[in-house]
């Protein structure tokens, strides 16, 4: 498919391929890595590269199938349009898109919280629910100003979060070569813990950096050429990021025991201080910043449009289908699903809401694998991308794996999350059936 014969869309299409690349390479990189080091360290002690290997290989699994099925079904509304595809059954496709809609206003939540901790404390000392409103607020106006000048501000919040991952690989390199780091942490585990049991727990919580990719599913009506730009940017993206996070988590086990990472919100921080570099801490602090708004900004634009195509498909009221005229942004859908994310701040739990975003997408996940193999049957015209056979399968098993390890109290907030979906799916359907 070409530009020309990609479908027609209300939305502009503005996302060139290096665009896409960054879009996606952003959201990974400030999808928690800067925020959730030190939670990582607290399940698997010093060995954080290993629960991160692991992640990649997953998210790799579930990525060739969002390739295939976004080159042949570019449409935003991502895993909730495939849903509707492969089962046919509206309150399937529901609850799919709503599981993405909620992990990703969820997930903004956590950033908004990992924005207002450490790293911002830095420079001012103020309540952290009040910062995190602010935060997102500021987000949602940026958001509502178009895809154009969000991509542009993505673009050079990449290279400056990508720089600050850098500099912690460096300040670790120095460590080491300094005499005062410990190459043995690297495969130091927990006591009393198995290696299994260790990397696979840890792995839940480092397959959070992972999942930004599937926030690029929801704006492929914006991408010029989606068929040859899309899977290009979303493998190299991801292996790109995996690259960057195995090297910044041996440079953090090797330049800190992991008690002092797990005790801070702001653990990257703490590995460049240690290294003595020449780089004062509010910079690098500012650099943490701009990673986690990036990471907000993306996701929030994956919520906003995934919200706007549910409202376009007629599982969310029309209205969050309405956009502005010369913006040509989602404006009801960014409204509402900021306003949601401000609340879920008040929870003030990183590691609930990062575990909770995993849940839910990992049901997104499963649905999106399946749905590649169930779909196998419908031919479309175009030329799309297909994924060998097995890894679908094989995705269908990681995902499932997955929820086997999630704890009690996140498979609450998740069931209250899914319950607040049905009572909307009933609620929209009587509003479309007096409309």
Request: proline residues 4%; charged residues 10%; glycine residues 10%.
């Amino acid at each position: 498919m070409t530009q020309d014969t990609a479908p027609d869309t209300k939305l502009r299409r503005g996302i060139t391929g290096p665009l896409l690349f960054a879009f996606i390479l952003g959201d990974v990189l400030g999808a928690g890595i800067y925020a959730l080091m030190g939670v990582l360290a607290g399940d698997v002690g010093g060995a954080l590269w290993a629960p991160l290997l692991v992640a990649l290989l997953l998210a790799l699994l579930t990525a060739g199938s969002y390739a295939e099925l976004v080159t042949k079904y570019p449409k935003a509304g991502g895993a909730a349009v495939f849903a509707e595809r492969a089962f046919r059954s509206p309150i399937v496709s529901f609850l799919v898109g709503f599981s993405m809609l909620a992990a990703g206003v969820v997930s903004a939540a956590g950033l908004a919280l990992a924005f207002a901790g450490d790293y911002f404390s830095t420079f001012i000392d103020l309540p952290a629910p009040l910062v995190a409103v602010v935060f997102l607020a500021v987000v949602a106006a940026l958001n509502a100003r178009g895809i154009r000048e969000s991509m542009g501000a993505n673009l050079v919040m990449t290279i400056i979060e990508l720089s600050g991952l850098v500099i912690v690989v460096a300040a670790g390199a120095l460590i080491l070569g300094g005499g005062a780091g410990d190459v043995s942490r690297v495969t130091q585990l927990p006591e009393g813990t198995s290696a299994a049991s260790a990397v696979l727990a840890g792995a839940i919580v480092a397959y959070y950096s992972f999942v930004g990719f599937e926030t690029s599913a929801n704006v492929i009506e914006e991408v010029k050429n989606p068929r040859r730009d899309y899977p290009r940017a979303l493998f190299g993206s991801l292996l790109t990021a995996g690259v960057v996070y195995i090297l910044v988590g041996l440079a953090s086990s090797i330049a800190l025991p992991a008690d002092e990472l797990t005790k801070s919100s702001g653990p990257l921080l703490e590995v460049v201080e240690a290294s003595g570099m020449a780089i004062p801490s509010w910079l690098f602090s500012l650099i943490a910043l701009v990673a986690v708004a990036n990471g907000a900004l993306l996701t929030m634009i994956m919520a906003s449009r995934l919200t706007y195509g549910m409202g376009e498909q007629g599982l969310l009221p029309a209205v969050f289908a309405k956009v502005l005229p010369q913006r040509k942004t989602p404006w009801v859908a960014i409204l509402v699903t900021t306003l949601i994310a401000m609340l879920l701040t008040l929870l003030g739990d990183l590691a609930l809401l990062a575990e909770t975003v995993v849940l839910l997408l990992l049901f997104v996940f499963l649905s999106a694998n399946i749905s590649v193999l169930v779909l196998r049957r419908d031919k479309v015209e175009h030329e799309h991308f297909r994924v060998w056979t097995f890894v679908p399968v094989l995705g269908i098993a990681s995902c499932i794996l997955l929820l086997t390890q999630q704890d009690g109290r996140v498979w609450l907030f998740g069931a209250i999350a899914i319950a607040v979906g049905v009572v909307l799916f009933f609620i929209a359907r009587a509003t479309s059936k007096r409309s």
